[in-house]
């Protein structure tokens, strides 16, 4: 091969890699366009079975979550406090790990984690339940019955990641909140939990809830999307709903750390 | 063409359907028409292109170029919520049945009752009742799809697909993973409720014993193209001949009888079996 066909060569596949992604993140957006039409008509006029659909959505994808959010929560909380005590006590500082704790957790950690956590439990489930009916013709019967498959499959699913995410996210906050201070209790001496909860509370302030909060529910909107999206898009029977349900948790992970990046950049600007 | 159907408007028209994905053709130039109460089989083998014509039909995906018409609509120039009203009036069996498994055989059948009429919720529950009764599945309406058999899967199918009333049934490979009892026995009831009903029915299968039980008209379809469009008897007159010499009556024979020799393995041979194989495994059939 000479050079000047090696070089075409890495420059069509850069080309088709490009194509591919342009195609992926425009799919991905008229489905974020039609799952918002969707959720506006269902509002404006709800059905029993539309809210059916979301509470069973939010207790399968919520319930089973807790368990794992609230032990990996719990550890980062521990972890923090034991990785900074000893750097703050150099400065006298160690009462003061309460206060990073709650600010690095609440702000970031606390939902990110949670997301992480999700995409594994909930959007790979969610992928391969919808790439499952696609290989069962179910979501062909769908449209061949005049019934959108984005209302009735992707709405409940989309709105119950984003509203567990809200709930796991706040959940999160505490868990880590309690896992530093089991852990300075536990390990770290009095001059770290005595104030614990005093410093935590003296130094958060409402905008940093809110702002994890609100990346929570971006995280939450974003891997429900992914993971419809993955399901509904399968191909070529197990084969593909294995694909799908490992290219969820791979893109929900990439498209979380993205958007906690542009949240963040934003929330530096209006100084949040 | 019979008296009667010279006198009706089809409720299916196709006409010069073609259809590319990338360099392969896989209809190329079908016509044909369906007229009101006819039974008709499309028929082929493997990558022939009859799933791809039915979904054409059916209004899943657009032709590359000619035309279908359903029920009077042309649906290159119709926009969703037409299609959408248009898919009320008809219904389809799909090959797996397509059951939503997280709802009961009855929820299943209720579904397009509830989201498409103002019906109360007792009255979808008698017709629920009577539409199970048509295919004989009453005693499975509180059952889930994971708990009843193939056979009975698609009775259900059948069921939710004749809910609304519809015009026309359209039935994907109805006899797809049957045993030979089970496989009649849907026959037998597709035969019944097209007649009940006064419906068109379009089949798409390549069991031979269910297409010659069902069929008022066979269409074969063969690389894309119509090789041939007449009613049962003519089939029947070919498939019970002998050999003619002519390649395409021939090859019709050896499809409807299964033999092992004949024009369709003459050409797998000549145009190598493994290009045949990957044409087939290239899933557009």
Known sequence: MTMAERQNNIIESLGLRAMGLCEYLGGLTLLLGATAVWTVRSLARPRWRDIHSLSEQVVRVGIRSVGIVALVQGFIGAILALQLVPTLEQYGQESQVAAIIGIGGFRMLGPIFTAVVLSGFAGASIAAELGTMVVAEEIEALEAMSLPPVRFLVVPRVLATFIVMLLLTTFADLMIALGGYLVSRLALGPAVYLEYWQNMRDTLEGSDYVTGLVQGGVFGVLLGLIACFEGLKVKGGAQGVGKATTMTVVNSIVAIVLAACVCTIVFYLFKL | ?285
Do not use: W
């Open chain 2, 1 to 285: 063409m019979t008296d009667q159907q010279n006198n009706l408007e089809p409720v299916i028209r196709v006409v010069d359907l073609v259809k590319r994905f990338g360099d392969h053709t896989v209809l190329n130039g079908v016509t044909f028409d369906v007229f009101p109460g006819e039974m008709v089989v499309i028929m082929g083998g493997s990558g022939c292109g009859k799933s791809t014509l039915l979904r054409h039909i059916i209004g899943s995906i657009l032709p590359t170029s000619g035309r279908v018409e359903l029920l009077g609509e042309d649906l290159a120039k119709i926009d969703e919520p037409q299609l959408d009203e248009l898919r009320k009036r008809f219904g389809i069996l799909f090959q797996s049945g397509a059951l939503f498994n997280s709802m009961t055989v009855g929820e299943n059948v209720a579904l397009p009752l509830q989201e498409h009429t103002d019906l109360d919720a007792d009255t979808i529950d008698i017709m629920v009742k009577i539409k199970l009764e048509q295919v004989d599945l009453l005693a499975a309406e509180d059952l889930m799809p994971a708990e009843i058999s193939g056979g009975m899967k698609k009775r259900a199918g059948l069921a939710r697909a004749i809910a609304m009333d519809p015009e026309i049934l359209f039935y994907d490979e109805p006899s797809a993973g049957l045993d030979p009892v089970t496989s009649a026995e849907i026959d037998q009831l597709m035969i019944d409720l097209t007649r009940k009903l006064g419906v068109s029915g379009v089949v798409v299968t390549h069991e031979m014993d269910s297409a010659f039980a069902i069929a008022d008209r066979m269409i074969m379809l063969d690389k894309g193209r119509v090789l041939m469009n007449a009613p049962r008897a003519e089939f029947e007159k070919i498939r019970d001949g002998d050999p003619t010499g002519d390649e395409k009556i021939d090859l019709i024979r050896q499809f409807l009888r299964g033999d092992p020799d004949g024009p369709i393995t003459q050409r797998r041979q000549d145009s190598g079996y493994e290009e045949d194989l990957l044409a087939t495994a290239g899933g557009f059939g």
